[in-house]
């Protein structure tokens, strides 16, 4: 791996006071581990299983290329142009001031994310420690389901496992850049493809998993339309375009300028179209792998892939235990789950600091002070959600953490892609201009020019539509329709 970085790895120069990354290797893989989250491990399988599977994932990706890298580019490019986090960037690139309240979207929005993906990151610390010292041995889906909601009712046990992943996150950004984040977040990285890569040999050749197998990567478009009438056929499709739509976002942590400050960090050696290209690459390989793990062993032992939330915290552990070495097996997975959480939360954190950095001139060391005692307040409520403050709830939404999630699912990412597309492509923003010579600076892929019309009302049109079809289930429920 150092040999392979040596070769294909262009050093960026330090240009003034402006921290640089190390090598391109190390921006493709923290950008990627940004993206690659638990959408990805956790989410995407879920909801995979729940829409039949190869011709949801197919769905997804045609998402992906059409919505989800076009607003990557975007975000990269004002970063880049820029070289200022979203807190500088706006005003730098539209000194008009028209724009400066966006500079507060991608700090809410990063700030909103970790309030419940900080105890999301614990349960995967948790299920380390539990699923290595055989905490769940013997047990089937109902014992670990008991064990796993003794988990959520403990406050003390949430909130200390929720101290440990914003301290790991915080400690990492404290040793700056270069030091802290990049070598890190690279070494998080390469271990995760291994174990993924291991994990993947393991579940495909189980006895039975080559059903799992044709479920995941065979196509079978009549379960996009499944129901007894017209009516629920097209309804299930609707929410099948939905979710893709939606994960695609999610998976790739648009909307809150968590990419952005990664496209700041760099040099116009390459295009970023390109870059753009491998991160997703990156992100989408990871998600399918993760499907290789999961649907495999789900169908080797006869668990149903459609199980939802409770797959990976539930299902899982209860499947790993039919395994010979499933305790080896299964802690691996949950290291696994564990770094794809904390190399988002990583990135988020060092979002959060290079943010207060430019808004209010502080050191690193303060703003990781100031930052991380913002976190931990503002992540109490999530932790406590699932026991003490379990009657906190809305209807239609949920728990503490069923809030903050939708807020940041199905708000602030659409809406915050969407004023990215609208401020690179018109003339009362950046302009599709300035946004293409800065796209195409550098080698590799150009950014499609003839695209124009699609990004100024196809991409708009779609992130509305995902916003208005988030809302819709809610309201009627709001409304005692359903």
Request: overall charge neutral; glycine content about 12%.
């Amino acid at each position: 791996m150092a040999r392979a970085e040596a070769a294909g790895a262009e050093k960026i120069e330090t240009t003034g006071e402006r921290e640089r990354f190390g090598s391109r290797l190390g921006f493709i893989l923290i950008s990627a581990g940004c993206a690659i989250g638990l959408g990805n491990v956790w989410r995407l399988p879920y909801i995979t299983g729940e829409y039949g599977g190869a011709a949801f994932v197919l769905m997804y990706l045609v998402f992906l290329v059409i919505l989800g890298l076009p607003v990557m580019v975007m975000e990269f490019a004002v970063g880049r142009a820029s070289q200022k986090s979203a807190a500088k960037a706006f005003d730098t690139l539209q000194p008009s001031g028209r724009w400066h309240w966006f500079s507060w979207w991608g700090y809410i929005g990063c700030m909103v994310l970790m309030m419940f993906y900080t105890t999301v990151g614990g349960w995967m610390l948790s299920f380390v420690v539990k699923m290595g010292t055989g905490a769940f041995n013997g047990l089937d889906s109902a014992g670990v389901g008991a064990v796993f909601n003794g988990m959520l009712a403990n406050p003390t046990e949430l909130v200390g496992w929720m101290l440990v992943v914003i301290v790991l996150g915080f400690l990492v950004c404290s040793l700056g850049l270069q030091k802290g984040v990049e070598r890190i977040t690279k070494a998080m990285m390469v271990c995760l493809l291994g174990i993924m890569a291991l994990l993947v040999i393991r579940a495909v050749t189980l006895p039975g998993g080559l059903e799992g197998l044709a479920f995941y990567l065979v196509p079978d478009f009549g379960k996009l339309f499944a129901g007894a009438t017209a009516a629920e056929q097209w309804a299930t499709f609707g929410n099948a375009v939905f979710a893709a739509m939606g994960q695609a976002f999610f998976t790739l942590s648009l909307g809150i300028a968590a990419m952005e400050i990664f496209g700041s960090y760099i040099g116009k050696e390459r295009s970023l179209t390109g870059e753009a290209l491998r991160i997703c690459g990156l992100d989408t390989a990871v998600a399918l792998m993760a499907g290789l793990i999961i649907f495999p062993a789900c169908f080797a032992f006869a668990v149903e892939p459609d199980s939802g939330p409770g797959l990976v915290f539930v299902t899982l552990p209860s499947v790993f235990n039919q395994m010979p070495l499933g305790q080896l097996w299964g802690a691996l997975f949950f290291v696994f789950m564990s770094f794809a959480a904390l190399s988002t939360i990583i990135a988020v954190f060092e979002n959060l600091i290079s943010w207060s950095m430019d808004k209010w001139s502080w050191t690193r060391r303060t703003a990781v002070a100031r930052t991380a005692g913002i976190v931990t307040v503002l992540s109490l409520p999530c932790a406590l959600g699932f026991n003490v403050l379990s009657g906190v709830t809305v209807p239609a939404l949920g728990d503490i953490q069923s809030i903050e999630d939708f807020i940041v699912s199905n708000n602030l990412l659409p809406l915050g892609s969407l004023f990215f597309v609208l401020f690179c492509v018109t003339k009362s923003g950046w302009g599709w201009d300035n946004f293409l010579a800065e796209a195409d600076a550098g080698k590799g892929a150009r950014f499609p020019a003839w695209s124009r019309l699609w990004l100024k009302f196809g991409i708009p049109a779609l992130i509305l539509a995902i916003f208005a079809m988030g809302y819709v289930p809610k309201i009627a429920v709001w409304l005692g329709m359903v």
